[in-house]
T-cell receptor, first 115, second 113 residues
Framework: DVKVTQSSRYLVKRTGEKVFLECVQDMDHENMFWYRQDPGLGLRLIYFSYDVKMKEKGDIPEGYSVSREKKERFSLILESASTNQTSMYLC??????????????FGPGTRLTVT | LAKTTQPISMDSYEGQEVNITCSHNNIATNDYITWYQQFPSQGPRFIIQGYKTKVTNEVASLFIPADRKSSTLSLPRVSLSDTAVYYCLVGSTSLNQGGKLIFGQGTELSVKP
């Protein structure tokens, strides 16, 4: 079974702190994703990586950066946390599907609270 | 701007068939339609995916009309354990070539005994 793990289930940080969220997948997937999930808004893509050291902005990249130094690990960085970044953060991975199809496997999520 | 729209909530009873429709008027040629199920305190889990017409697997069916501007997830004979939030996703993995991944806001399905 594919396993996607996230470094923390719950995290509380102060405004202005630098925050690292880490994600590890064990299925040698090429693609990795970071989403945030907010009530009434569904999941919104922050960043996407299709290979080591490669990244693409999603719909809401402002205030975030990412790092992918190894294939299995994808980190989300909040350079200076703000209260409007309080949210559930979900990591996912997928293989390169046939054509443009794919199935994403999600981690359990990190509930981040910024005070 | 591409938008994926689905009902906020639905109620059903055990043993009934449930159909959840997603609207995606601006779907692109390369986009697939995927449905995910999410339980509290868990990440979403893949249910089914399709491009056009009808797809069926052991847990659900997905109906996509010829114009692909909408899709319907069909859950046969639901049980209490199907109570969850269901998300429609429209997009492709060609994100590095201008593709998009657009999730709907989720449909909270409540199955009652």
């Amino acid at each position: 079974d594919v396993k996607v793990t996230q470094s923390s289930r719950y995290l509380v940080k102060r405004t202005g702190e630098k925050v690292f969220l880490e994600c590890v997948q064990d299925m040698d997937h090429e693609n990795m994703f970071w989403y945030r999930q907010d009530p009434g808004l569904g999941l919104r893509l922050i960043y996407f990586s299709y290979d080591v050291k490669m990244k693409e902005k999603g719909d809401i990249p402002e205030g975030y950066s990412v790092s992918r130094e190894k294939k299995e690990r994808f980190s989300l960085i909040l350079e200076s946390a703000s209260t409007n970044q309080t949210s559930m953060y979900l990591c996912a991975s997928s293989s390169v599907g046939q054509g443009t199809s794919y199935e994403q496997y999600f981690g359990p999520g990190t509930r981040l609270t910024v005070t | 701007l591409a938008k994926t729209t689905q009902p906020i909530s639905m109620d059903s009873y055990e043993g009934q068939e449930v159909n959840i429709t997603c609207s995606h008027n601006n779907i692109a040629t390369n986009d697939y339609i995927t449905w995910y199920q999410q339980f509290p305190s868990q990440g979403p889990r893949f249910i089914i995916q399709g491009y056009k017409t009808k797809v069926t697997n052991e847990v659900a069916s997905l109906f996509i009309p010829a114009d692909r501007k909408s899709s319907t997830l069909s859950l046969p004979r639901v049980s209490l354990s199907d109570t969850a939030v269901y998300y429609c996703l429209v997009g492709s993995t060609s994100l590095n070539q201008g593709g998009k991944l657009i999730f709907g806001q989720g449909t909270e399905l409540s199955v009652k005994p």
